[in-house]
């Protein structure tokens, strides 16, 4: 048995174990995983005939199992089973050369809201099977690596999780300030869907003036004590070529400050 806590809501995790083609991404023995034939099917139960194929290396052995079995997927309100039980079914005749194991009563999956939380979820994986005859040094690695199917389920929704997030973020980042490169110092640090700017200034000139969109934008005033920058308000300007054809603003010409005494005569 594995038990582990997802930080994902319940009925995520339950869709992604229904999907026969997510069990070679979390069971790394098995090779061929499908749905044989759907029994029956409601808003609370699904009942199928699904088929494994595994194969399990260990050195120089190589060994394959298939697996036909029964399973019921049922929803509760505040929980999640899937159980599995070997059985025999016509349409799926075993295979020439590979034994057929068993899954053997009480093997599958059990999900529960974890202390009753929405985005959390308490996941038990069951495996009780019989391998037939399968060589002792194979069938004892598989069978203690089973129970990590559960931590591989983790993994795999979290890292989903985490690139859903890089790709939804929002970068956040306000318009550049003129400074010097003595007395600044950007860094960025991410926290949850949005990049913070945390940016320290502590020399630059009194008057400043960015062109954004063939227009000069006006920094608003600060009257806080605790303000990095001179609240002076930034005054537009707008310069035409000699030609008078050219109408686009350019930037006003300024030096940055690099006495604390520094004055500007403008």
């Avoid at 020439?96 to 985005?119: C, F, I, K, T, Y």
């Avoid at 591989?152 to 979290?158: D, P």
């Amino acid at each position: 048995m594995g038990r582990t806590i997802i930080q994902r809501p319940m009925r995520e995790i339950a869709d992604f174990l229904q999907d026969p083609a997510s069990v070679p991404i979390y069971d790394k023995h098995i090779v061929e995983s499908k749905h044989i034939k759907v029994l029956s099917e409601s808003e609370t139960h699904k009942d199928v005939i699904a088929y494994y194929l595994a194969e399990a290396r260990e050195c120089l052995v190589t060994a394959k199992r298939d697996f036909s079995f029964f399973v019921r997927h049922t929803h509760f309100d505040d929980k999640y089973v899937m159980t599995v039980l070997s059985v025999d079914h016509p349409e799926c005749p075993p295979l020439d050369g590979v034994p057929r194991a068993q899954l053997l009563e009480g093997s599958g999956w059990h999900l529960e809201r974890h202390m009753g939380s929405n985005s959390r979820t308490l996941v038990t994986y069951i495996v009780h099977t019989d391998l037939k005859e399968l060589p002792p040094i194979i069938a004892n690695r598989v069978l203690k690596r089973q129970p990590l199917n559960a931590y591989y389920v983790k993994s795999h929704l979290m890292k989903l999780h985490l690139q859903e997030e890089q790709l939804s973020a929002t970068f956040y980042l306000p318009l550049p300030i003129p400074q010097s490169h003595e007395d600044s110092q950007k860094s960025y640090s991410y926290s949850g869907r949005h990049f913070e700017e945390q940016l320290s200034v502590r020399a630059f000139t009194s008057r400043q003036t960015e062109i954004v969109n063939r227009g000069a934008v006006t920094l608003p005033q600060n009257d806080s004590s605790q303000s990095c920058w001179d609240s002076t308000q930034v005054s537009s300007h707008s310069h035409s070529h000699e030609d008078n054809n050219d109408t686009e603003p350019r930037m006003q010409d300024h030096q940055p400050a690099t006495d604390p005494g520094f004055t500007d005569s403008d």
